[in-house]
């Protein structure tokens, strides 16, 4: 079915995604420059991206929602960590709130984004669940499609699955209504979703096994934050977030980079703070002594130490090591250990894939984003009124995002101001050395970095992941650059 629509849609900016990041982009143009025009094309039939996506049971955010909150509506509520329908709601009514809930096209799946020079535009086709097939021009994407594969997790083949009697669940894809009452439930994984998956089953399951081929590092942190109290009897009610904001910040950046300086130190913090958490006889060494440093991967946060109060009660417990097959009744380990299990849970981890798949072309020429270097950690050399949302890894997403918005909404009164249509990040002439876009060691940026945009030696054309750094840069310093190659709108191009 073809679109019945005369005219594309126009808009100045098209944001691709009505998840965290493109919510939260559209609400700070509606509040700093309420006369761009904007769209959300949004593939599923509701706002929230991953908090929409993912179901699985006692799906939470990893960071305090102090800092994972926008800077424009703080967080309100006394847990520091929330789940994700209580995520998902917020990032509702912050859509409410702003107005501008009526601007989301649901159930648009973006297929290909063409820019031309000729008429300063790119044109994205989107399909439908039924075929339909819509065009869309726009002045400038902003795509805030995350970075991962919403339609299928990393799954990796282990020897003779089919012979496991059970059911075979993946949390992206977890069966609405999957019966786990007094079973036995083995979690394949060691990230922050088999941490978060072992309390929540072990309520209803019989007993719980996390099999992890190494461990991660992680750490309690309070339910609630120990300063709130302390916060509503001194400040301002509406001072209370925006200070524990300040001080969770503040502590995320003290954290990682003693873990960067002093790793050994760290490592052994960390694991006197585990053997405090579990019982006196528990092997720490073996479950929870990672073959990395810390922060080298992202740190496990489990909010009121729920997973060691489950190991420490008996209804979950832990297998290290590698898995040799699946075997009928459960998971043979290569050591010969059988983990018998009813229900297996495959917590191994993600797909990358950027721009949500879509194929992206400059003038006719096909974009190969590992062609490009980051610029300003937002946009890409070479490809003009482009930008797109990328978060922290080793702290709150949404303090990167909230200060890449902020900048967007100035680059675009910038631009206006002296009257040009156009930005185009020009890579500097001659050779330039170049490393991948995230210094980062977990496997599902490992398995496919290749395939990312990368990064230059120095400033603008760093992915930066210090919040003290990026809120100077973005928010006090320069809004144009002297590598923005600024242009007019072409004569003949569409007003």
Known sequence: MLDTMSEPAFSDVLILGAGLSGIGCAAYLAQQRPDTSVLLLEMRDDLGGTWDLFRYPGIRSDSDLYTFAYGFKPWDRPETIASGPEIKRYIGEAASEAGILDRIRFGRKVTTCDWSSEQALWTVTTRQADGTIEVWRARWIFSATGYYDYAQGYRPDFPHEDSFTGQIVHPQHWPEGLDYDGKRVAVIGSGATAVTLLPELAKRAAHVVQVQR????????PAVDPLLGLFRRILPKDRVAPALRRKNIWKQNIVYRLCQRYPNRMRRLIRWVNRKQLPDAYPVDTHFNPPYDPWDQRLCAVPG??????????????????????????????DGTLVEADIIVTATGLTLRLMGGAQFSIDGAKVRWSDHLIFKGMMLDGIPNFAMAVGYTNSSWTLKVDLLCQYFCRLLSEMEGRGMAVCTPQRPEGHMETRPLL?????????SIDTLPRQGPEAPWVMSFNYRSDEAIFAQGAVIEPQMQLTPLPQGAPA
């Open 214 to 221: 190494t461990p991660s590092y992680v750490m309690p942190i």
């Open 305 to 334: 130490g729920d997973l060691f109060h489950a190991l420490s009660d008996g209804s979950c417990s832990i297998v290290t090591g590698g898995i040799a097959r699946f075997r009928p009744e459960g998971i043979e380990m290569q």
């Open 439 to 447: 210094d980062f060691a977990a496997g599902y940026v490992k398995r």
